[in-house]
């Protein structure tokens, strides 16, 4: 008779290699991507879900792409700051949060803009956000050195609200209308996008003149060296680092991905998440190595369990 039993989401012998590894292990670092974020329902950058409209998310990310068209570019941040804000967290957010709080040498490194492990509770010392933050913002003009963190207003300015289907029939007043409405999607091309002034872009309040421009890290830009020193002191700090955790990115962004041949040049042995075996860094994975094929989501608590137990009611206590 066939068995009923589920699958084991990670293959038990790896799992138990794994675990009593990072038991042992006083230095870890782990790099996150996209990835750790999809099944909170937001989209990664290469492959499916890269498009926003008829754009690749990665050529709305550049200073060029925010010099031709501030609007646009505005458009699609203003969209990202809204669906994450309304995202939760996943149970590897969580997890990752515990681990910082239960080892006292663990040290994340986050691609990711979207906020989600700042309110999964990760404590901020041990959360490098190496492409800052969607909830930034800072002055486009060269010379202003405005900067603004923690700005959640969604939207940002009026102009910027995501558009709304307010033909429902079966509403009598436009109150009603209004309350029901339902959003659009502008990421999808059909759907039109509002028209758009540069005056009603945000502007910056200290030099009055420039627009204020989103607080990440985009393609062609240096990291913030402040993010950069700080984790260039984790890694001088000693000669050895036990483990690398690479959860749910390409690795595919310099300098971002180098941290893990960094690593591994300190003896750390690498375990990376990902859903694509074929993102798991091509001849790159060594046999002391391991590779955990599915959801993030789902193998990062699995993982970490040994040290951090259930994840159970923490995650309903939180980001409330
Ligand atoms: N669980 C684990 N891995 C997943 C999941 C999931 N649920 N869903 C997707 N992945 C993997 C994909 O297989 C891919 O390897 O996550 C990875 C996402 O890769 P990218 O889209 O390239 O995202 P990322 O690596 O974070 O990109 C790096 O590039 O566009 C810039 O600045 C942006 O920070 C971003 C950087």
């Not at 949060?97 to 990760?122: C, I, M, W, Y």
């Not at 002055?139 to 963190?149: G, L, M």
């Not at 062609?220 to 483990?243: C, F, H, Q, R, S």
């Amino acid at each position: 008779m066939a068995s009923t039993a589920a699958k084991p989401v990670v293959p038990p012998k790896d799992l138990e290699t794994f675990r009593e590894h990072l038991r042992k292990s006083t230095r870890i670092l782990a790099l996150l991507g996209a990835g750790m974020s999809a099944s909170s329902g937001l989209p990664t950058f290469r492959g499916a879900g890269g498009l926003w409209r008829t754009h690749e998310a990665m050529q709305l990310a550049t200073p060029e792409a925010f010099d031709a068209n501030p609007g646009l570019v505005w458009q699609f941040y203003s969209y990202r700051r809204h669906m994450a804000l309304n995202a939760k967290p996943n149970p590897a957010h969580y997890a990752l949060a515990e681990l910082a709080k239960k080892k006292d040498n663990f040290l994340t490194l986050s691609q990711n803009v979207d906020g989600l492990s700042p309110r999964a509770g990760h404590p901020s010392g041990k959360l490098k956000l190496l492409h800052g933050s969607l909830y930034d913002v800072k002055c486009s003009e060269f010379f202003c050195s405005y900067f603004e963190t923690d700005n959640y207003t969604d939207p940002i300015v009026p102009a910027l609200a995501i558009p709304t289907d307010e033909s429902d029939p079966t509403t009598t007043t436009a109150l009603e209308a209004r309350a029901k409405a339902r959003e659009l999607d502008i990421s999808d091309e059909s759907v039109a996008l509002p028209e758009l002034r540069i005056r009603d872009l945000p502007r910056c309040p200290t030099c009055k003149k420039g627009i204020l421009r989103p607080g990440v890290v985009w393609f062609g830009e240096a990291l913030p060296t402040n993010v950069m020193d700080d984790i260039d002191t984790w890694i001088a700090a000693d000669k050895k680092i036990d483990l690398i955790m690479v959860i749910g990115t390409s690795a595919r962004v310099f300098p971002a991905a180098g941290y893990i041949e960094e690593a591994r040049a300190k003896g750390a042995r690498v375990a990376i998440i990902n859903m694509d075996r074929n993102d798991a860094g091509k001849g790159k994975l060594f046999k002391q190595d391991w590779f955990f094929e599915g959801d993030a989501a789902q193998i990062v608590p699995e993982l970490l369990k040994g040290e951090i137990g259930e994840l159970g009611e923490m995650m309903d206590l939180r980001d409330g």
